[in-house]
């Protein structure tokens, strides 16, 4: 996917992240932060890594079917926010993560969508398949197969939208889901 600035509106309370220099992130996505012990995975068939507090977008969480549930209750307690900037490999230099703000993704599934309806990542785990969480798409709540994982609350719809406008809610932004 092309670097892309997905911010629509509001204040983004960015705050600067590590990012280890092997790990590629592109402007616009989601990112959650590794401090938990296999959170980060390491192939479909290997564990995960150690914490250790690096920033690391949706798609690299540990991808295995069998622990679905306990991912992404990682993955949304450790939302950093969206990458307001790349990072090639090789570079080790911190980027900047928006913590709050209107960001406009698309949709995992068009359906409906709804003014204060919950936005959730996108969980690709399937049988056989499993490809892990979305780092450039949501799902709206109300859509089947959504998540737990809650990024934030529908600001702006239209029907028979692709994308949706909302707020993110992070872990460590304004109107934080938990306090760091």
Do not use: W
């Amino acid at each position: 996917m092309a670097a892309q600035n997905r911010h629509i509106r509001g204040e983004t309370n960015q705050v600067l992240v590590d990012v280890h220099g092997n790990i590629v992130v592109e402007a616009g996505d989601l990112l959650f932060r590794n401090n938990i012990d296999g959170l980060v995975g390491t192939g479909a068939a290997g564990g995960g890594i150690a914490a250790d507090n690096y920033a690391y977008p949706f798609n690299l969480a540990r991808n295995t079917a069998s622990e679905t549930c306990t991912i992404l209750a990682g993955v949304h307690v450790n939302f950093l926010g969206v990458a307001m900037e790349s990072s090639k490999s090789g570079v080790t230099e911190k980027i900047s993560v928006a913590t709050a703000g209107v960001f406009q993704y698309p949709m995992y599934l068009t359906s409906g969508v709804t003014v204060g309806g919950k936005v959730s990542a996108v969980s690709t785990f399937t049988a056989g398949a499993n490809q892990g969480v979305s780092k450039a798409a949501v799902y709206n709540i109300a859509t089947t197969p959504g998540t737990t994982a809650y990024l934030g609350y529908i600001v702006k719809t239209e029907s028979g939208a692709s994308y949706v406008s909302f707020q993110i809610r992070t872990a460590f932004g304004s109107g934080a889901l938990v306090t760091s």
